[in-house]
């Protein structure tokens, strides 16, 4: 195979995989976006005090009877509950009654990212890890009682 050959294939390679990622990635912005704005009007309807607005996270997966796929999310919290909205995959919420812990851990279920992950305590035992931009503000407002 020739130098120009290498090339050629290099160049085909990188075509493909911006037209298969970049309309993912416009979908995800997408998706993100209107679940935002669903939440904040779920949250406006229903008397709700929002403590942290619906934002883009991480969702590191979690132990018990909760998704442990890892994946994109829109997280929120508000004094009734902490909402994870998957994009992909189930939502769930854990009642702020039933937080009975908070902490940061370096890593989550094997993994780590280089940020710390916020993990909640439910009272059956169970955990959720969450990659957040503004990890202690998290931290401040789910140990808030």
């Not at 290099?10 to 997408?30: E, M, Q, Y």
């Not at 796929?69 to 009642?95: H, K, P």
């Amino acid at each position: 195979m020739t130098p120009g050959h290498v090339v050629l294939l290099v160049l085909g390679i990188l075509a493909f995989n911006i037209a298969l990622w970049i309309p993912v990635l416009l979908w995800l912005r997408s998706r993100t976006r209107a679940i935002i704005a669903a939440l904040t009007r779920d949250f406006d309807a229903s008397g709700e005090r929002t403590l942290v607005a619906p934002e883009s996270a991480l969702y590191g997966g979690a132990t018990g009877p909760r998704p442990r796929a890892r994946g994109n999310a829109v997280v929120a919290l508000t004094d009734r509950r902490l909402v994870v909205r998957r994009l992909v995959g189930d939502a769930f919420e854990i009642a702020r009654a039933d937080i009975t812990a908070v902490r940061e851990a370096p890593s989550f279920l094997g993994r780590s990212r280089g940020t710390p992950f916020v993990v909640v305590t439910s009272r059956d035992g169970s955990e959720v890890g969450l990659l957040v931009r503004e990890h202690r503000a998290w931290l401040a407002a789910l140990g808030r009682s």
